[in-house]
């Protein structure tokens, strides 16, 4: 079994930014794609960027240029650098990653983007 946890995750100023981590653990052996989603209430999940084995990345049309996705080497780490933050970017965001067949989420991070 594949454990997800995410952090970073906090109140922030409009224009300010946040940094978030994902951190993998259990049953590693060959994580393929991690990424970010949100979901705000009464929204449906949105998409917001991923990153592949091969370092491919991209992202969802609403983040692109503010939002940075990384990972490191190993696969076992994945972070979202969050700038120009704007209230709509306010939700809770999972990281996810796919491993074979499988696809594991973490519980969630809250964003909070208020004045």
């Known amino acids: 079994q594949l454990q997800l946890v995410e952090s970073g995750g906090g109140l922030v100023q409009p224009g300010g930014s946040l940094r978030l981590s994902c951190a993998a653990s259990?049953?590693?052996?060959?994580?393929?794609?991690m990424g970010w989603y949100r979901q705000a209430p009464g929204k449906e999940r949105e998409w917001v960027a991923i990153?592949?084995?091969?370092?491919?990345?991209q992202y969802a049309d609403s983040v692109k240029g503010r939002f940075t996705i990384s990972r490191d080497n190993a696969m076992k780490k994945v972070y979202l650098q969050m700038n120009s933050l704007q209230p709509e970017d306010t939700a809770v965001y999972r990281c996810?990653?796919?491993?074979?067949?499988?696809?594991?989420w973490g519980q969630g991070t809250q964003v909070t983007v208020s004045a």
């Open positions: 996810n990653a796919r491993q074979g067949e499988d696809t594991y």
């Open positions: 259990g049953s590693i052996f060959s994580i393929n794609v």
């Open positions: 990153t592949t084995i091969t370092g491919n990345k």
